[in-house]
């Protein structure tokens, strides 16, 4: 969603700022716009386009070595120029840059029109612009409690009077040496250069420049110059002893290289990425697996009783193909659940289930909060996520890095597949502290340590897939079925082509086609049919035979055979050990959505109305 980069140092802030915020596209935005001190006065540029739009309206004069930029998400009011950050009081002394929802913002505008503040904007974000001037402007007439000139005084007073989410950074021309930047449920993150200072909303708008970074904590200020930085809490407690953190990703990583979309770079990027979630995780002598960072010895594995995954989105469907692996390896109950239900159905919280948080980002809000929730309710909670450094990553305080590397396109590839592959470890690890078999351990371990390889060929079929995706693209509506293994890989699919190709999807359990959905089985309804290698292939088969008995077109994916002629495309994935088939089932997948969007011309990186990471509710 919204994103944030600011800069003070010796460099010409506006190229720092335009880069910083072309890498934040990826995140989803309406506008942007940037605010430097250019000869003492504050020159702000917004468009209610893309970042290159404003690149070009910049003027190309306008030197300065400090400044703030932003790409926006509306929430209050439309997106257009006027309500582009950064904003500004009326003087045009102070500019914010805000993430996040103030929730008594109507309550702070009425009282700022009332002491005669005209508003040009429907923002909650002018609010804090207007306030933040009053305090200074009181403290300089020697009437306010702030210390005069003191901007970290006049953001702390102001920020005490706010309420909801925020990760902001104020600048004022008054101290050009220094930006005030705050956190509250939103993420800020600093980067520490030699006499210069980043701030950014998301480490990529600025590993170009540092890898070494700081991360502020929700209720902390800090004010940032060149060459130091000083962070406190809102309550005014010294919050200095913070021990900068090296990140795990560099600006090559934020490069297309020779991909046209970051999507296609990702999916083919999956070998790799797997790699690198497998590497020293697997435990040949005792045929399990090695996870150091949950946090738990024999015993208090035992002890768990459940797993539950909580997850949005494709995280959530991640979460499932993780509930089943669970079950079969591990044999205890395990399920998910969407966690942006979660707290809001006041969830009985069992303390001898392993609740396990799943996001690539680590910042999405809704399971941040149920994270916190099962935190309040004594719940054990750890993480899987992919962003080191993150929120949900930092509230867990344990779980597993799912080592994807940084993912930039809002449909999510790798890191997906790093989930499933990260919980079929956690099974195999459940598994060998109960009854599963050294034998079978071994088996799993040969199966995980052989994925890379076997993505890579499904990968090489790219072009045949593509072939079948341009064959249906132009469906309307397609049904994608699966059963039991198939089942979250069927949601997931349907998912995938949705959000990228705007095609109306829906994932069904077979067996409950009969109970409704056959009535929609016709010519012009394609399905896609998930058939893993198991014992319930026949069924599969037979679910194909019912489908194309109605004239509904049908995509077979599969890992065994099928008989010839049975479906109208057949997409085959190599044979892996049972439980680990839906991790390479659901390549393909990817594939046919990026094709089938790429043929209908869609902005697959950005499909339109989403963002990377859903940072509000
Ligand atoms: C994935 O393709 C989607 N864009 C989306 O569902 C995503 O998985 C979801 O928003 C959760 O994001 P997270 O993994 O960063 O928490």
Same mark, same amino acid.
């Given at each position: 969603?919204?994103?944030?980069?600011?800069?003070?140092?010796?460099?010409?802030?506006?190229?720092?700022?335009?880069?910083?915020?072309?890498?934040?596209?990826?995140?989803?935005?309406?506008?942007?716009?940037?605010?430097?001190? %250019?000869?003492?006065?504050?020159?702000?540029?917004?468009?209610?386009?893309?970042?290159?739009?404003?690149?070009?309206?910049?003027?190309?004069?306008?030197?300065?070595?400090?400044?703030?930029?932003?790409?926006?998400?509306?929430?209050?009011?439309?997106?257009?120029?006027?309500?582009?950050?950064?904003?500004?009081?009326?003087?045009?002394?102070?500019?914010?840059?805000?993430?996040?929802?103030?929730?008594?913002?109507?309550?702070?505008?009425?009282?700022?029109? =009332?002491?005669?503040?005209?508003?040009?904007?429907?923002?909650?974000?002018?609010?804090?612009?207007?306030?933040?001037?009053?305090?200074?402007?009181?403290?300089?007439?020697?009437?306010?409690?702030?210390?005069?000139?003191?901007?970290?005084?006049?953001?702390?007073?102001?920020?005490?009077?706010?309420?909801?989410?925020?990760?902001?950074?104020?600048?004022?021309?008054?101290?050009?040496?220094?930006?005030?930047?705050?956190?509250?449920?939103?993420?800020?993150?600093?980067?520490?250069?030699?006499?210069?200072?980043?701030?950014?909303?998301?480490?990529?708008?600025?590993?170009?420049?540092?890898?070494?970074?700081?991360?502020?904590?929700?209720?902390?200020?800090?004010?940032?110059?060149?060459?130091?930085?000083?962070?406190?809490?809102?309550?005014?407690?010294?919050?200095?002893?913070?021990?900068?953190?090296?990140?795990?990703?560099?600006?090559?990583?934020?490069?297309? =290289?020779?991909?046209?979309?970051?999507?296609?770079?990702?999916?083919?990027?999956?070998?790799?990425?797997?790699?690198?979630?497998?590497?020293?995780?697997?435990?040949?002598?005792?045929?399990?697996?090695?996870?150091?960072?949950?946090?738990?010895?024999?015993?208090?594995?035992?002890?768990?009783?459940?797993?539950?995954?909580?997850?949005?989105?494709?995280?959530?469907?991640?979460?499932?193909?993780?509930?089943?692996?669970?079950?079969?390896?591990?044999?205890?109950?395990?399920?998910?659940?969407?966690?942006?239900?979660?707290?809001?159905?006041?969830?009985?919280?069992?303390?001898?289930?392993?609740?396990?948080?799943?996001?690539?980002?680590?910042?999405?809000?809704?399971?941040?909060?149920?994270?916190?929730?099962?935190?309040?309710?004594?719940?054990?909670?750890?993480?899987?996520?992919?962003?080191?450094?993150?929120?949900?990553?930092?509230?867990? =305080?344990?779980?597993?890095?799912? %080592?994807?590397?940084?993912?930039?396109?809002?449909?999510?590839?790798?890191?997906?597949?790093?989930?499933?592959?990260?919980?079929?470890?956690?099974?195999?690890?459940?598994?060998?502290?109960?009854?599963?078999?050294?034998?079978?351990?071994?088996?799993?371990?040969?199966?995980?340590?052989?994925?890379?390889?076997?993505?890579?060929?499904?990968?090489?079929?790219?072009?045949?897939?593509?072939?079948?995706?341009?064959?249906?693209?132009?469906?309307?509506?397609?049904?994608?079925? =699966?059963?039991?293994?198939?089942?979250?890989?069927?949601?997931?699919?349907?998912?995938?082509?949705?959000?990228?190709?705007?095609?109306?999807?829906?994932?069904?359990?077979?067996?409950?086609?009969?109970?409704?959905?056959?009535?929609?089985?016709?010519?012009?309804?394609?399905?896609?049919?998930?058939?893993?290698?198991?014992?319930?292939?026949?069924?599969?088969?037979?679910?194909?035979?019912?489908?194309?008995?109605?004239?509904?077109?049908?995509?077979?994916?599969?890992?065994?055979?099928?008989?010839?002629?049975?479906?109208?495309?057949?997409?085959?994935?190599?044979?892996?050990?049972?439980?680990?088939?839906?991790?390479?089932?659901?390549?393909?997948?990817?594939?046919?959505?990026?094709?089938?969007?790429?043929?209908?011309?869609?902005?697959?990186?950005?499909?339109?109305?989403?963002?990377?990471?859903?940072?509000?509710?």
């Amino acid at each position: 969603m919204c994103g944030i980069v600011g800069y003070v140092g010796k460099r010409d802030a506006v190229p720092v700022l335009v880069e910083g915020l072309h890498r934040l596209e990826y995140r989803g935005y309406d506008s942007a716009g940037l605010a430097v001190v %250019h000869r003492g006065r504050l020159a702000v540029t917004k468009t209610a386009g893309r970042v290159q739009d404003l690149r070009d309206k910049l003027k190309t004069n306008t030197k300065a070595t400090l400044g703030i930029g932003h790409t926006r998400w509306a929430t209050h009011g439309e997106p257009n120029e006027v309500n582009a950050h950064p904003h500004t009081d009326t003087a045009g002394r102070i500019a914010v840059v805000h993430n996040g929802i103030i929730e008594n913002a109507e309550q702070l505008r009425a009282q700022l029109q =009332g002491s005669g503040v005209r508003l040009v904007s429907d923002t909650d974000t002018e609010a804090l612009a207007h306030m933040i001037a009053a305090e200074l402007a009181a403290a300089e007439a020697g009437d306010g409690p702030a210390a005069p000139g003191d901007l970290e005084d006049a953001v702390i007073r102001t920020l005490r009077r706010v309420e909801g989410a925020y990760g902001l950074v104020v600048l004022d021309i008054k101290n050009p040496d220094q930006l005030v930047v705050a956190r509250n449920g939103s993420p800020i993150v600093l980067g520490l250069g030699e006499n210069e200072m980043f701030v950014a909303s998301d480490v990529s708008a600025l590993v170009r420049y540092t890898r070494q970074v700081i991360y502020l904590e929700d209720g902390e200020v800090a004010k940032i110059r060149a060459t130091d930085y000083r962070t406190t809490t809102l309550a005014g407690q010294d919050a200095s002893a913070k021990i900068p953190m090296t990140v795990d990703a560099d600006d090559d990583d934020y490069e297309l =290289g020779p991909y046209q979309d970051y999507m296609r770079k990702e999916i083919h990027e999956q070998p790799d990425a797997l790699r690198r979630a497998l590497r020293g995780r697997l435990d040949d002598r005792f045929a399990t697996a090695r996870l150091g960072g949950i946090n738990l010895d024999a015993r208090e594995l035992r002890s768990i009783r459940c797993v539950k995954f909580l997850g949005c989105g494709s995280a959530y469907y991640a979460g499932q193909m993780g509930a089943t692996v669970i079950e079969e390896l591990a044999r205890i109950p395990a399920d998910a659940e969407p966690a942006s239900e979660f707290r809001y159905r006041s969830p009985v919280v069992d303390p001898d289930t392993l609740y396990v948080a799943v996001s690539q980002s680590g910042e999405t809000i809704d399971t941040l909060m149920a994270v916190q929730e099962l935190k309040r309710k004594g719940g054990q909670v750890m993480g899987a996520v992919n962003v080191v450094g993150s929120a949900i990553g930092r509230e867990c =305080g344990r779980g597993i890095f799912l %080592h994807a590397g940084p993912e930039v396109a809002v449909a999510s590839t790798k890191a997906l597949t790093n989930m499933a592959v990260s919980f079929a470890l956690l099974g195999l690890l459940l598994g060998r502290v109960r009854d599963l078999s050294a034998a079978s351990g071994h088996r799993v371990v040969t199966g995980l340590r052989a994925l890379p390889e076997q993505v890579n060929r499904i990968l090489a079929a790219e072009e045949d897939i593509a072939t079948i995706a341009g064959r249906f693209a132009h469906a309307e509506h397609m049904f994608f079925i =699966g059963r039991v293994r198939g089942w979250p890989v069927a949601r997931e699919g349907a998912q995938k082509l949705k959000e990228i190709s705007y095609v109306h999807a829906e994932a069904y359990q077979a067996g409950e086609l009969k109970h409704g959905p056959l009535a929609l089985i016709a010519a012009d309804m394609p399905s896609v049919v998930i058939v893993p290698s198991d014992d319930l292939v026949a069924k599969n088969i037979s679910t194909i035979e019912q489908i194309k008995a109605r004239g509904g077109p049908v995509i077979a994916v599969t890992s065994t055979d099928i008989p010839e002629g049975l479906a109208d495309a057949v997409i085959r994935v190599p044979r892996a050990e049972p439980e680990l088939e839906p991790i390479l089932l659901n390549v393909p997948l990817q594939i046919l959505a990026y094709h089938a969007a790429a043929k209908l011309g869609r902005d697959i990186d950005k499909p339109r109305n989403l963002a990377k990471s859903v940072t509000v509710e």
